[in-house]
């Protein structure tokens, strides 16, 4: 199975949210001394659409980072079987690329400022997202992590996987990211 939607429309809204948000949090975040915090700060409560879905970063660690997701009887897709969404899964796995693809950036860019350091956060959008869809999504809590593949002065390439509580690998996906 495969899920694909047009890149110029996922990037263009991805690309809309992340600005709003920075225009509008930026002098909050700024605030902030760490940039951990002010990461988890905008994906865990500024993002609409990832307070809707639940999703909380577990890590930040650029080598490992994490996202969870508990089960809600709103994400399930299948209502005989109570599986997650595909839509949510899809949505999950390309959030966590781009968290993958940011910290990368992030972490190649360490001598820059917090400001700065964020205000590349706003650059960030998906060019292109492969979704395999692995098992069902049955679980009660879903862990997403990622890896970067290669990045490159505009684009960085990631791998990410849905595991549930119990391990199982749901679905795996690898998505494109513009970084600059």
């Known amino acids: ?20 948000c920075m ?15 002010a990461i988890k700060l905008l994906f865990n409560e ?17 080598r490992n980072p994490t996202l969870e997701i508990e089960m809600r009887e709103t994400l399930v ?5 109570k599986t997650l969404h ?9 959030v966590t690329g781009g968290l993958v693809a940011f910290l990368n950036v ?15 956060f706003a650059k960030l959008g998906t060019i292109d997202l492969r979704v395999d869809y692995l098992r069902p999504g049955r679980g009660k809590r879903f862990t997403a992590t990622g890896y970067i593949l290669r990045t490159g002065n ?17 679905a795996v996906g690898t998505g494109a990211y513009t970084v600059s």
């Open 154 to 170: 505009k684009v960085a390439v990631t791998r990410m996987e849905l595991h549930n509580e119990l391990d199982t690998l749901i």
């Open 106 to 120: 992030m972490e190649k860019l360490g001598d820059l400022s917090n400001q700065e350091r964020l205000a590349r």
């Open 77 to 81: 897709g299948n209502i005989v079987h």
């Open 86 to 94: 595909g839509g949510v899964t899809a949505a999950v796995l390309d």
């Open 46 to 62: 500024k993002i609409p659409y990832n307070r809707q879905l639940g999703l909380r970063i577990g890590s930040l660690d650029p």
């Open 23 to 37: 225009l509008f949090f930026m002098e909050e975040l700024l605030q902030l001394d760490d940039v951990q915090q």
């Open 1 to 20: 199975m495969h899920e694909s939607a047009p890149a110029s429309n996922r990037a263009v809204a991805w690309i809309s949210v992340l600005l709003a």
